[in-house]
């Protein structure tokens, strides 16, 4: 089953919601499948659009959530009223949540510390099936023992393998062990590990409405704004195009 997406740049975001990403996760665990989830936010279509082996993971993944407002502008451009903003931490906590589906859940990402504390939150206060942490050395990606890491996540019986580092990071250490896994859908989901202990907090409506959600999340506000700045003129570049494209008669999956 493939999830239709959507063009921005040189890349696909996937036609989605929260809930709909969830039901998507959960039957490609029902059919057994090895797959790579990435949640996309405007950084990574910029990324994408520069970087041709980071396009070439987000091209072949599952599905590309919308992470952020500014994607969710360029599909209402599209003319796509059915997409709506999938935040990484937002999914990882209802996933945990939910009692109903019987998955299983492997952590890859941030401190022992951090692990700790998530399974004493989730286990003992929503029994969620946390069947195993890893907190993984700080080292370049293609370092890493894909072999080890990946038997001590087949042998842990999870479904859903969550991945706590930044991006593009995150996506190139699922697209690098995914072909060591057995039926593991791999997810990359930022900082929501931190978010889900309350470590990091979300802005308030109004900021996440008009898409500065990222710099209000971490510290280093300043930072962020300038990014904010700068990338300003790929977002009205990347929405011109969806524009001339739809002008010239083009679909949104072209």
């Given at each position: 089953?493939s999830?239709?997406?959507?063009?921005i740049?040189?890349?696909?975001?996937?036609?989605t919601?929260l809930q709909?990403?969830?039901a998507?996760i959960e039957?490609a665990v029902e059919n057994s499948d090895?797959?790579?989830?990435c949640?996309?936010d405007f950084?990574?279509v910029?990324?994408?659009?520069?970087?041709e082996e980071?396009?070439?993971?987000?091209e072949?993944?599952?599905?590309?959530?919308p992470?952020g407002?500014p994607?969710?502008w360029?599909a209402?451009?599209?003319?796509l009223?059915?997409v709506?903003?999938?935040?990484?931490?937002?999914?990882?906590?209802s996933?945990l949540?939910k009692?109903?589906?019987?998955?299983?859940?492997?952590l890859?990402?941030?401190?022992?510390e951090?692990?700790?504390n998530i399974?004493l939150?989730?286990?003992?206060?929503?029994n969620?099936l946390i069947v195993g942490t890893y907190s993984?050395?700080?080292?370049?990606v293609?370092?890493?023992?894909?072999?080890?890491?990946?038997k001590?996540?087949d042998?842990s019986?999870?479904?859903?393998v969550?991945?706590?580092m930044?991006?593009?990071?995150?996506d190139?250490f699922?697209?690098?062990?995914l072909?060591f896994?057995?039926k593991?859908?791999l997810i990359?989901?930022?900082?929501?590990?931190?978010y889900?202990?309350?470590?990091y907090?979300l802005?308030?409506?109004?900021?996440?409405?008009?898409?500065?959600?990222g710099m209000f999340?971490?510290?280093?506000?300043?930072?962020q704004?300038?990014?904010?700045?700068?990338?300003?003129?790929r977002l009205?570049i990347f929405?011109t195009?969806?524009?001339?494209r739809?002008f010239?008669?083009?679909?949104y999956?072209?």
């Amino acid at each position: 089953m493939s999830v239709s997406k959507y063009r921005i740049g040189k890349t696909h975001i996937s036609i989605t919601s929260l809930q709909n990403t969830i039901a998507n996760i959960e039957n490609a665990v029902e059919n057994s499948d090895t797959k790579q989830v990435c949640i996309s936010d405007f950084r990574s279509v910029c990324y994408a659009s520069d970087n041709e082996e980071y396009n070439k993971i987000m091209e072949n993944s599952y599905m590309n959530a919308p992470d952020g407002m500014p994607l969710v502008w360029m599909a209402r451009l599209w003319g796509l009223k059915e997409v709506h903003r999938t935040m990484g931490p937002e999914l990882f906590v209802s996933m945990l949540k939910k009692k109903d589906n019987g998955l299983k859940h492997f952590l890859i990402g941030d401190t022992d510390e951090i692990l700790e504390n998530i399974k004493l939150k989730f286990v003992q206060g929503y029994n969620s099936l946390i069947v195993g942490t890893y907190s993984p050395p700080f080292i370049d990606v293609n370092q890493f023992d894909y072999t080890s890491i990946a038997k001590m996540i087949d042998d842990s019986g999870a479904d859903l393998v969550w991945i706590s580092m930044t991006t593009p990071k995150q996506d190139y250490f699922a697209s690098n062990i995914l072909p060591f896994l057995n039926k593991k859908i791999l997810i990359g989901v930022g900082a929501a590990f931190r978010y889900s202990i309350g470590s990091y907090k979300l802005p308030g409506g109004f900021a996440q409405k008009i898409g500065l959600t990222g710099m209000f999340m971490r510290k280093k506000t300043w930072k962020q704004f300038k990014w904010y700045l700068i990338h300003i003129r790929r977002l009205i570049i990347f929405s011109t195009q969806i524009i001339y494209r739809r002008f010239c008669g083009k679909k949104y999956y072209e």
